[in-house]
């Protein structure tokens, strides 16, 4: 099957960007990167990447004094790559439409919360003093809002009433791990067909037979 060619953004840690190297290295995903960018010089993502002789380069925003100049730049990078599919993993700039429109349909983003509930910034935090008894993370394709384009897929987790935001962002974190590099696989088979705002993923079976209860529940059959 033919590999679809992607480049990450990163900004931080890079923890989803080497769950999406894992899968790539144990044949699990049909995916190439062809570029790793990242904003921030010092991204330990940058010697994740480095580690598994990946392309790396630095876009710095502070060197742009327009976001458009910014955006222009890593366009030039990532065309010059060949890039078809841009993955934002832990990218903590927001695209101008110049960039959207260059990449229309093709940029995905992972965001640790349950869209809509939560966009932004501190999202586990924020959901913690809500008090909300689930948890999770969406990835979805990006639009020109933040954290607003069609959903492909999301993952619940429980709050605990003992959690701290790192607690619940490290359960969050194990999905995201687990759905990021699956959505890119279903782009990579083509499987994805945006209707609207709705993302339908072709050919999954689905099932109500795995509800989620807080507080758990026995159901008792008769
Ligand atoms: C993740 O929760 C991601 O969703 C968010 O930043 C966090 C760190 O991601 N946007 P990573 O370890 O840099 O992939």
Redesign the pocket.
């Known amino acids: 099957m033919k590999k679809v060619k992607i480049g990450v953004l ?9 769950s999406i190297i894992d899968q790539i290295e144990q044949g699990r995903l049909q995916a190439e990167i062809k570029v790793v960018i990242s904003n921030n010089p010092n991204a330990y ?1 940058l010697e994740r990447a480095s580690r598994h002789h990946l392309a790396v380069q630095v876009v710095n925003h502070l060197d742009f004094r327009q976001r458009e100049d910014f955006d222009r730049q890593m366009i030039e990078v990532l065309m010059a790559c060949d890039v078809e599919l841009v993955v934002l ?4 700039r927001v695209l101008t439409p110049l960039f959207l429109h260059s990449f229309s349909r093709r940029v995905l983003n ?3 919360a349950l869209l809509p509930a939560f966009p932004g910034l501190h999202v586990q935090q924020q959901a913690l003093e809500y008090g909300v008894k689930f948890a999770g ?1 969406t990835v979805h394709f990006v639009d020109d809002g933040v954290d607003t384009g069609p959903i492909i897929i999301q993952a619940v987790v429980p709050v605990f009433d003992d959690d701290t935001e790192d607690t619940l ?1 490290a359960r ?2 194990r999905e ?1 791990h687990r759905i990021y590099p699956q959505a890119i696989q279903f782009y990579a088979e083509g499987r994805l067909e945006v209707q609207g705002r709705k993302v339908v993923v072709a050919d999954v079976r689905q099932s109500d037979d795995k509800a989620s209860y807080n507080p758990p529940v026995v159901i008792f059959t008769t």
């Open positions: 990163v900004s931080g840690s890079g923890s989803n960007l080497q993502a993993a832990g990218f903590m992972i965001h640790p993370c962002a969050i974190l995201e």
